[in-house]
Each structure stands twice: as C-alpha cells, then as structure tokens.
T-cell receptor, first 114, second 114 residues
Framework: KQEVTQIPAALSVPEGENLVLNCSFT??????LQWFRQDPGKGLTSLLL?????REQTSGRLNASLDKSSGRSTLYIAASQPGDSATYLC?????????????FGKGTKLSVKP | EPEVTQTPSHQVTQMGQEVILRCVPI?????FYWYRQILGQKVEFLVS????????KSEIFDDQFSVERPDGSNFTLKIRSTKLEDSAMYFC????????????FGPGTRLTVL
C-alpha cells in the first residue's frame, strides 16, 4: 500500500533563506508526483507536476526533484518570502486502478518570518 | 485563468440529512474527482469520474455517497444520510486529457454535521 510521508511536519525560517521540503513514498510504481500549496481553510493550489520519467521541474523560485527509485522528492524554495507561508503537500499518482487517484502526505507547514 | 469552483463554501446540516455539494470543473477537462480532508488529517481520495461513470472509488465512498454530472458543467457529490464523521472539507478536482495529467482543485466546501 502506498504511503506518503513529509518531513518536517513544520518549519520556520527567516525571510530570504533557501529551504528544502522533503517527501518520501513507499512504492516507486508511480505515474507522477504533484506538489501543492494549501493556505489555512483554503483549497489546494498546484505548484509543480513531475512525471515519473522526469528528474525535476522548475517554476519561478520553486524547484522540485524526483528520485523514483529511492522513493523521494524534494521541493526547493529559493529566497523565501513571508507570502510563502502555507502548508505544502506532496501527492503521488499510483499505477493501478483506472484513472488513478492522488495519495497525499500530511504536509509541511512552512512559516517564513519577516 | 480557468479554475474549479465549488458551492457552497460552507454547509451546516443535521445528522441524517441529505446534502449535495456542487462543483463546476474547468470547462475542457474530462476527468473529475472528489477528495475530502478531515480537520488535521491527510487529503483522501473519494471517487473519480469519467465519461459519465465512476472510474474508481475508495473504501470511504460507500452506498451513502453518489456522484452525478447532471448537465454539461456541474459535477455533484451527494451524501444521502450524513453522519457526524462526514464533517470535513470536500474538494472537487478536474484534469484535462487523461488521469495522469495535473489535477486542479477547487476551494472546497466545508461540511459540518451536527
């Protein structure tokens, strides 16, 4: 059974710092991995999607990497800003089933202090 | 930019009542999903829907739940007889071409069962 774990559960950094959020999954048989941002009481905003054949994806100050064989992904945030404060979720889409569903980690709650 | 919309944003109901949660997926998307997030827990998959039928459902999606695409734009989740444990944030999502594409989430409906 696929399990997704995110470490750390919470992270507090000063503004301007570069940081890395970690995501691990137990079954390497995935189609893709998606990183989301969730603000308190709000929906999920898709940040990056990495297909299983890709090693990384970049969008602005965000860079996500994927090492499928070791079951790991990282989300790198450069030059963090207070507006980056949110919970970051990773989710994998597994093989099997018809259209596949996303399996989520519990998230890393990021606080960027001015 | 196209987005998934959901109504209502907050629904309060009495235990045993029926509720219908509504979603308007992104217009050219073909795959639709419902997820839920109990407070403080992971986001969990409920059901996926394609070509007017359920393509996959989780163990959570029992006989009390049903989904429907009543017209060309709406996608609904019905809970026939709500229980206290159905209290959660319910997210609708859609994806474009295939189930392996990026999923876009709506802002959610917070369901409170009293």
């Amino acid at each position: 059974k696929q399990e997704v774990t995110q470490i750390p559960a919470a992270l507090s950094v000063p503004e301007g710092e570069n940081l890395v959020l970690n995501c691990s999954f137990t079954d390497s048989a995935i189609y893709n991995l998606q990183w989301f941002r969730q603000d308190p009481g709000k929906g999920l905003t898709s940040l990056l999607l990495i297909q299983s054949s890709q090693r990384e994806q970049t969008s602005g100050r965000l860079n996500a990497s994927l090492d499928k064989s070791s079951g790991r992904s990282t989300l790198y945030i450069a030059a963090s800003q207070p507006g980056d404060s949110a919970t970051y979720l990773c989710a994998v889409k597994r093989y099997g089933g018809s259209q596949g569903n996303l399996i989520f980690g519990k998230g890393t709650k990021l606080s960027v202090k001015p | 930019e196209p987005e998934v919309t959901q109504t209502p944003s907050h629904q309060v109901t009495q235990m045993g009542q029926e509720v219908i949660l509504r979603c308007v997926p992104i217009s050219n998307h073909l795959y639709f999903y419902w997820y839920r997030q109990i407070l403080g827990q992971k986001v969990e998959f409920l059901v996926s829907f394609y070509n007017n039928e359920i393509s996959e459902k989780s163990e959570i999606f029992d006989d009390q739940f049903s989904v429907e695409r009543p017209d060309g734009s709406n996608f609904t989740l019905k809970i026939r007889s709500t229980k206290l444990e159905d209290s959660a944030m319910y997210f609708c999502a859609s994806s474009e071409l295939a189930g392996y594409n990026e999923q876009f989430f709506g802002p959610g409906t917070r369901l409170t069962v009293l």
